[in-house]
């Protein structure tokens, strides 16, 4: 559909969704395209002997005038329009006993299917808006390790539909799962700081395998300043701090399971021993201290795990790379079923782009599990570096060549060849109402470009010049950059035929 004549209908839509009858005296007729007119004309005269039987005298009056004038109407109509015509009349004036009868034809851009009579309140436009409606969408994914943020491009604007956060912490090195210097270890000579633990330093540990206490020695060793802890406390004055990123052990249906320490919550049992046997004591509280930094210290054992503060934790930095794998799976699998749920009803959805930074949208399309409808769906992965609203607008961007005849494409190639042109070739383009209406005049315009917020008196009156000259119209939005810069400069501009010296 043609823009200006999309336009119209919007305008033509607008206008009539603003009347309402004071009883059902509002007559809607579309006939569609191909229908004879003198079929049309008979419905009409038939519904006059029907609306004589209304019991109301007022709006009995109103109804067969109302039916009078599409009669009237209809005789002054040579043929149907290629694509039909949609007829309405009715009494639209707010003063009581004092009507006042208006009639519109209107033949709509595309062809009409729809064959109706109705009288009622208000005007019946579903046909009509059902036109105005988008006729293909696109489903836009973006998405890295920390977010995913899922749209829709339909027609020219991007629409948000779900943001989603992974909860996988940032990537770490060995050493970067710190305890508090200060938190104790039992060694074969006794109990020391972690602080003063030496390699080769026999501490206690748990064999999973065995589920017995045992001494283990001590094989790493490092020091790191940490900026965000937590501190969790048992039986409620035991406790230990660690940095966020440091795994423990919780028990969970008598079996042992790896927690990092910022998801401990205050239901989960910690590991302990006593007497050399495994015991578990509940969390009972957890302070978190975000904006906290403190050198902190880490070991590796050659169990894997060592008792700090009587706690079983870990410290094996690949196991962690391993929980931090596993929940970045959890989230493409959680983004998977997000994208299942917004868009396998989407009866006009064309196609998926999906787009992040770096392998992650690829490990997302690998690990996901999107489901084999939607999958076939993905027309395109581009690389982009955001993965927020930001993200999507740089999707569609990145995406121009799989999105050529989309409309919000289309208006950002043809605004930026305004401005380009208006950049190097000045003399061939004009904008303000002022210097497009001279350029009107003088039959030089070869493309006049309208802002759809501008004042619609001027649209009207433009468009209707422009084309008496057989220049080329087109409406643009204000919901792309492009649009809201050419907005700045009088929403309306025209490239030119020739030269005509206002610059």
């Known amino acids: 559909m043609e823009e200006n004549k999309r336009y119209q209908l919007e305008e033509f839509v607008a206008e009539l969704e603003k009347y309402r009858g004071r009883h059902t005296e509002l007559v809607t007729v579309y006939v569609p395209a191909g229908y004879s007119l003198i079929a049309v004309a008979k419905l009409l005269e038939q519904e006059k002997s029907t609306a004589s039987n209304i019991k109301s005298k007022g709006t009995r009056k109103n109804v067969l005038d109302a039916l009078e004038r599409l009669t009237r109407h209809l005789k002054l109509i040579q043929k149907n329009p290629e694509n039909g015509l949609a007829l309405f009349a009715g009494n639209i004036s707010d003063n009581e006993g004092q009507p006042e009868i208006k009639v519109w034809s209107f033949e709509p851009p595309v062809p009409l299917r729809a064959r109706l009579y109705r009288c009622d309140q208000e005007f019946v436009l579903e046909p009509l808006k059902e036109m105005l409606e988008v006729g293909e969408v696109y489903g836009l994914v973006v998405i890295e390790v920390n977010e995913a943020t899922l749209g829709v491009l339909e027609g020219k604007q991007i629409r948000v539909l779900q943001k989603m956060t992974s909860g996988v912490p940032g990537k770490t090195e060995k050493g970067g799962q710190c305890l508090s210097p200060d938190s104790l270890v039992e060694t074969k000579k006794g109990d020391k700081n972690i602080g003063d633990i030496k390699v080769g330093d026999e501490l206690k540990a748990l064999d999973k395998d065995s589920n017995k206490i045992i001494f283990t020695k001590c094989i790493n060793k490092w020091k790191k300043r940490k900026q965000g802890l937590v501190e969790i406390k048992i039986k ?15 028990e969970e249906n008598g079996r042992l399971k790896e927690k990092l320490a910022e998801q401990i919550k205050t239901e989960d049992s910690l590991i302990s021993y006593s007497d050399n046997k495994v015991i578990f004591y509940d969390v009972s509280d957890i302070t978190k201290y975000l904006n906290k930094s403190k050198d902190m210290v880490d070991i590796e054992t050659e169990a894997g795990n060592f008792f700090a503060n009587g706690i079983l934790v870990h410290n094996s930095a690949a196991r962690y790379g391993r929980i931090r794998e596993g929940m970045k799976k959890e989230f493409y699998r959680r983004v998977a079923e997000a994208v299942k749920n ?11 782009l999906v787009g992040g930074p770096g392998p992650t949208k690829e490990d997302f399309l690998k690990e996901g599990q999107i489901v084999t409808a939607l999958r076939e769906k993905i027309i395109g992965v581009k690389d982009i570096g955001y993965a927020d609203e930001h993200g999507l607008d740089l999707l569609v961007e990145t995406s121009r060549d799989l999105l050529s005849e989309q409309e919000i494409i289309k208006e950002k190639v043809i605004l930026e060849d305004f401005m380009t042109r ?4 000045p003399e061939k383009t004009v904008y303000g109402l002022e210097d497009v209406k001279k350029a009107l005049d003088a039959g030089a315009v070869e493309l006049l470009i309208i802002s759809k917020k501008l004042d619609k008196k001027y649209v009207k009156e433009y468009i209707e010049k422009a084309e008496s000259m057989s220049s080329k119209v087109v409406l643009v939005s204000e919901d792309t ?5 050419f907005a700045s400069l009088g929403r309306i501009g025209a490239i030119l035929r020739f030269d005509i010296g206002l610059r």
């Not at 409620?236 to 919780?250: G, N, P």
Request: net charge neutral; aromatic share 14%.
């Open 422 to 425: 208006l950049a190097k070739n």
């Open 481 to 485: 950059e492009e649009g809201r810069q």
């Open 236 to 250: 409620d004055c035991w406790s230990i701090m660690a940095s966020l990123d440091h795994t423990f052990f919780v």
């Open 342 to 352: 917004n868009f396998w009803d989407m009866k006009k959805l064309k196609g998926i």
